[in-house]
């Protein structure tokens, strides 16, 4: 991704459409999100064969940087999102400060995740992807120190004294949490321009002979599908959720639409019954509609 870099609403302000029309895009991979951390400590960690994590270097950041989509739906849908242990993307190393490849915990590892340290130069990156979590604080093992007690406790019960008790405390890597709005969300402008040079579907409502569907969301579907043939999936779900969020729909012409989300649609028969269909169910919508309706 290349900067600079926009909000949601700049982004969508941009391309002249929804800020829910952008969310959907980025939800079905057409372009990728990225997050905008301040002042972050970070530790900078790659992975042995087996998967085992090796501490190189810790850092301070202020900067973008990519989680999976997984990771980001949450923020996508407006809800506050708290990351530890999941490895970002470092999107502008250039931003990177404090760098220190010693290890900067005071005892020996393994200490799982941690498997390792073998410090490394940020010299030495040359263009390497940069991968890092928040940096682990050195603690003690509350649970630990509590079996501690209870063993001191009975020994001076059995005993009369403290002989035969280790009396040092574990130390342990607590990883802090990193609290993320989703004001935090950004979009690069290489991510702009991508979405720029995909065309825009356009709703075209003056087909007739549209046949009776005596299913009302099937013929809203079938309606998207026989002005639009080859429009994919996403294409009509995009439709769809635009015309849930329009005051005129073109398609939604018996108001069937309750709601409607980047992953699931809520709608209404004439009966006033309530009923939930997922965006994972689409395609085989779609493709039923247009075997009965010869839909090329």
Not at 3 to 24: C, D
Not at 61 to 84: K, N
Not at 150 to 166: D, L, N
């Given at each position: 991704?290349?900067?600079?870099?926009?909000?949601?609403?700049?982004?969508?302000?941009?391309?002249?459409?929804?800020?829910?029309?952008?969310?959907?895009?980025?939800?079905?991979?057409?372009?990728?999100?990225?997050?905008?951390?301040?002042?972050?400590?970070?530790?900078?960690?790659?992975?042995?064969?087996?998967?085992?994590?090796?501490?190189?270097?810790?850092?301070?950041?202020?900067?973008?940087?990519?989680?999976?989509?997984?990771?980001?739906?949450?923020?996508?849908?407006?809800?506050?999102?708290?990351?530890?242990?999941?490895?970002?993307?470092?999107?502008?190393?250039?931003?990177?400060?404090?760098?220190?490849?010693?290890?900067?915990?005071?005892?020996?590892?393994?200490?799982?995740?941690?498997?390792?340290?073998?410090?490394?130069?940020?010299?030495?990156?040359?263009?390497?992807?940069?991968?890092?979590?928040?940096?682990?604080?050195?603690?003690?093992?509350?649970?630990?120190?509590?079996?501690?007690?209870?063993?001191?406790?009975?020994?001076?019960?059995?005993?009369?004294?403290?002989?035969?008790?280790?009396?040092?405390?574990?130390?342990?890597?607590?990883?802090?949490?990193?609290?993320?709005?989703?004001?935090?969300?950004?979009?690069?402008?290489?991510?702009?321009n991508k979405l720029k040079e995909k065309p825009r579907i356009e709703a075209n409502t003056t087909k007739p002979n549209i046949p009776i569907?005596?299913?009302?969301?099937?013929?809203?579907?079938?309606?998207?599908?026989?002005?639009?043939?080859?429009?994919?999936?996403?294409?009509?779900?995009?439709?769809?959720?635009?015309?849930?969020?329009s005051d005129n729909p073109a398609y939604d012409t018996e108001g069937i639409l309750v709601d409607a989300t980047y992953a699931d649609l809520?709608?209404?028969?004439?009966?006033?019954?309530?009923?939930?269909?997922?965006?994972?169910?689409?395609?085989?919508?779609?493709?039923?509609?247009?075997?009965?309706?010869?839909?090329?």
């Amino acid at each position: 991704m290349q900067g600079p870099w926009y909000t949601l609403e700049e982004t969508a302000q941009k391309l002249g459409i929804l800020k829910s029309e952008l969310i959907h895009k980025i939800i079905v991979s057409e372009a990728s999100a990225s997050i905008l951390l301040k002042n972050a400590n970070l530790l900078y960690l790659t992975a042995d064969a087996k998967g085992n994590w090796i501490g190189r270097a810790s850092f301070t950041y202020t900067g973008h940087v990519a989680y999976p989509l997984d990771i980001l739906a949450p923020l996508l849908d407006g809800v506050e999102l708290e990351v530890s242990r999941i490895p970002a993307k470092i999107l502008e190393p250039v931003r990177v400060s404090q760098w220190n490849s010693s290890n900067p915990w005071k005892f020996e590892l393994p200490e799982p995740p941690i498997y390792k340290w073998q410090g490394r130069e940020f010299e030495s990156l040359n263009g390497d992807n940069l991968y890092a979590v928040s940096l682990p604080k050195e603690t003690f093992d509350v649970s630990d120190q509590l079996t501690r007690l209870t063993e001191q406790m009975e020994t001076i019960s059995k005993t009369g004294r403290m002989a035969g008790v280790e009396n040092k405390m574990k130390r342990v890597l607590n990883f802090p949490h990193f609290k993320i709005k989703p004001e935090a969300i950004r979009l690069a402008a290489s991510e702009l321009n991508k979405l720029k040079e995909k065309p825009r579907i356009e709703a075209n409502t003056t087909k007739p002979n549209i046949p009776i569907i005596n299913h009302e969301l099937h013929a809203l579907i079938y309606r998207i599908l026989s002005n639009n043939p080859k429009i994919s999936a996403k294409g009509v779900w995009k439709l769809i959720r635009e015309d849930f969020e329009s005051d005129n729909p073109a398609y939604d012409t018996e108001g069937i639409l309750v709601d409607a989300t980047y992953a699931d649609l809520l709608w209404k028969t004439p009966r006033g019954d309530k009923t939930a269909f997922s965006y994972s169910s689409l395609n085989s919508t779609m493709s039923k509609l247009r075997r009965q309706h010869s839909i090329l």
